[in-house]
DNA sequence: TGTTACATGTAAATGGTTACATGATTGC
DNA sequence: GCAATCATGTAACCATTTACATGTAACA
């Protein structure tokens, strides 16, 4: 088993425009090369469901768009040859990838286009009975429920990894990070409480309009 | 210049194929459809900013969405003349249209990928300093808490003319539509609430900060 | 006279997903 | 042998935005 990972220096930097555009998922990417290097298969992994806390992204658009920030000068790579695995590319942000961010991270407000596509189901539930409605959100909650553990058990994972103290501390590096993943789960939390009362709701009227049905009456 | 307001029937309707894939924007219309016909301008106010309330669309993606719609056959429309204003098209689902609305609401779970722009920005924060990140935070808050106010007041003016009483009833209508009115309010608030926790902190180290600068005692 | 609201479209470009394409290594 | 992981890309298609295009009426 011979392991040597060498490396072939090959930094490459382009000429950039004067500003040019650069995409939500290049900024999303600028933001993980600021504080580690990454090869856009990691980038993928955490960018990818069901890591998806900011910003999700697939590998046929990372692989894009690391070479469109190379073209741009906000990024370099290094080659790695490594001998029993694929070579790799090595990306890290570059002093105007650092610049760009920054100045991208000052401008705003930035308004959030809502697209939520359970939400929209979930106006949608008053198309089907209370019983078909009630299947749906319980479903929709094991899912979300799901995720929101997943996102604990990260926080927990990167917590013992980077021995960071809880609470952890304002001024640490991943603060803000940190902070971000912690809303992407609350956001889900606040969603699944918005399904579970939904569902009590059904789940009442559909047991009533079961004391009437066996009165004698007919549904719907 | 005669006030006549005519009707022309002309309802459409177009053969549809077995089960013609159909984008979640066409739900959302389909959903707003079925509580009652709209024209694709009305559409576009109930979709468009800053009544994005499940999913945001323009006007540009309105129109093309309602004629696949037709093709379908999941609406039909009515040519309305107006004498005092443009003519119109008033779109209503059909019986197709709600089966369809129907079956896609029943089907699940639904994975909602996160692309939340803000998000991203959060975490790029820790590339400024504690008080370009604070006023970034005070901007955002104040955008959000705009949009929630506007939220709390369409609820107020909808349950108005609506007559609808406060709790509304889980029978209602409108009932799922307002649960997700409300949702989407909600998670504003959640990530309003996650804006200002990470100001507090932050403007707490900038205090600090400030006091390690100045050798002196904390104001205020 | 200019702006806003009403009303409906299309074209070009960008953003994003799915599928295609390749190939080595590790473990079952 | 077969699947999973590592590793990087492209092509075709679908979804969305921005800009182009037109015209009337109400209002200030």
New binding site residues.
């Given amino acids: 088993?011979s392991k040597t990972p060498q490396k072939k220096a090959s930094k490459k930097r382009a000429a950039s425009a004067t500003h040019p555009?650069?995409?939500?998922?290049g900024y999303a990417i600028l933001t993980s090369l600021a504080h580690h290097p990454h090869?856009?298969?990691?980038?993928?992994?955490l960018m990818g469901p069901p890591r998806n806390y900011m910003?999700?992204?697939?590998?046929?658009?990372v692989?894009?768009t690391?070479?469109l920030l190379t073209r741009y000068g906000y990024v370099a790579?290094e080659d790695?040859q490594?001998?029993?695995?694929?070579?790799?590319?090595?990306y890290e942000i570059t002093g105007p990838g650092i610049e760009a961010l920054r100045n991208w991270a000052k401008k705003g407000p930035t308004h959030v286009?809502v697209?939520d596509e359970f939400s929209v189901k979930m106006a949608a539930l008053r198309m089907l009975s209370p019983g078909e409605a009630v299947a749906v959100l319980t479903r929709q909650i094991e899912l979300v429920e799901g995720e929101i553990a997943a996102i604990n058990l990260h926080l927990v994972d990167f917590a013992r990894r980077l021995d960071i103290p809880e609470p952890p501390p304002s001024d640490h590096r991943q603060f803000c990070l940190i902070s971000a993943i912690r809303l992407s789960r609350d956001l889900k939390i606040t969603a699944a409480d918005a399904y579970r009362k939904l569902l009590d709701d059904l789940s009442r009227q559909e047991e009533s309009a079961r004391v009437v049905r066996t009165h004698a009456k007919r549904p719907r």
Avoid: C, N
């Avoid at 555009?21 to 998922?25: F, L, M």
């Avoid at 910003?55 to 658009?61: G, L, P």
């Fill in positions: 088993m555009k650069v995409p939500t998922i090869t856009g298969y990691e980038l993928t992994q910003w999700e992204a697939r590998h046929s658009q692989y894009p690391l070479q790579f790695v490594q001998d029993s695995r694929p070579d790799k590319k090595v286009p697209r």
